[in-house]
């Protein structure tokens, strides 16, 4: 495979991802997985890390398992790929920028080809959550909305239109989807890429939030300890009292509900609502069964006094 120019995308080199060139080319732009940090809708990066990243005051993170895991399988999903669609070529992605907006950047897995001419992108992903409702149904556009974010941003700087996008599942299960170009939301995230950008040059970094990553950068910011106590103020000092208690009885509560539940089970396996699974009971070694919430619990509201007697 070979790197291929695309119609509004500037391919600066073809680098191994993680090299210093790689990084050198990232160096004051953003790229798509940036994009659905700055969005806050990144898993993995906060929007906080991400603006202290590119102001350059804390470094990338060493490669992940998760991460090195996905890099040795992405050639074999993306010729699994390939096989399914055996009219289409696959050229290698390469890094690109938007030919006029030098901050747009894309580094797609693969430059689809018809005919030798670029009609699309392949991005190749691996899942390793155990949870069919991480993606949709196989041939359908139903993405995580982070990866979504990251392809309409390769789209916008590339010049074209569709997507493919090749998955392989914690369950060994290889799915396919595509993603069409929408104007409307890559123009939404240009507007929001140049905000993001221009906090930068005034050194207006993001408010906290309550990510861990967010937390990560400032443990990174403040590496040393002096000794020298900080006088907090009552409005600082309150705000984490109150959290920190709010939390012991949020998880005395969940207990007790988690003790509702699992004798409300008795010997089931799973509890659902709906159709929704609230939870499952699971043993190790033969040992007791343990409750183990749903990966994805509804926000449901307390209930009521007066709902809690009728049910």
Known sequence: MTATQTPTGRLLGTWPDGSADWHAARAGRLGGSDMAAVLGRSPWTSPYRLWHLKAGRVQEEPTTPEQARGHYLEDGIRRWWGDQNPEFEISTGGTYVHAERDYQ???????????????????????????????????????????????????????????HVAVLTARLEFRHYTVRYDADEAAALRFRAELFLDSLAFNAPP????????????????PA???????????????????????????ERELYERSVLADRMGSAKKATYCGVTIGTRQSRGGGDPFFVAGRKLPDMPAPTAQEAEAA
């Open 225 to 251: 300890i002096d000794g020298t106590p900080v006088e907090l103020t009552y409005a600082e000092a309150a705000a984490y009292c109150s959290a920190k208690h709010a939390l012991e009885a949020a998880k």
């Open 105 to 163: 950047l894309a580094n797609p897995d693969g430059i689809v080809l018809e005919g030798g001419e670029p009609v699309g992108i392949l991005e190749v992903k691996t899942d390793g959550q155990d949870d069919p409702d991480t993606w949709g149904k196989s041939g359908t556009d139903e993405i995580p909305l982070y990866y979504r974010t990251q392809i309409l941003w390769y789209l916008d700087a590339l010049g074209l239109e569709v997507a």
């Open 207 to 222: 408010d906290f939030d309550g990510a861990t990553s967010t937390y990560q950068t400032v443990r990174e910011l403040h």
